[in-house]
Structures are given as C-alpha cells and as structure tokens.
C-alpha cells in the first residue's frame, strides 16, 4: 500500500442564532487546509477558505 501523502486540517469558528422555537441559522468562516508530502518532506501548504451555513428546522410538533 502507498504511503500517505497528504495532511488535512479543517478550522471554524461557528455563530448561531436562534430565529424561533424551531429554526437555527448557523454560520461561520471555513479554512480547509492541505499539506502535500513528498519523499524528501514537505512540498507546502494549499488553503481553501469558505462561509458555511446551515439551517436547523425541527420538525416534530
């Protein structure tokens, strides 16, 4: 099996705020960052940066 190459770290700071009883809205900064490995050590790092939201909804009564 090869070796693995790749390092991968995820980072956010989350801010919820609750709307009513039965919906959230969550949203936040979102760094998804890549370390490649090569056979003499690390070739650098490569960073994504996203908004992530998500919304929550209860549905049961």
Known sequence: MGE?????AW???QYSRK??????WE???LVV???QLGAEG???WSHSWYLQTTAFFTLER
């Open 11 to 13: 980072s956010s700071l």
């Open 27 to 29: 949203a936040a900064p």
């Open 42 to 44: 690390s070739l650098g």
């Open 33 to 35: 960052s890549w370390k």
């Open 19 to 24: 709307v009513n009883d039965r919906f959230r």
């Open 4 to 8: 693995d190459r790749f390092r991968e």
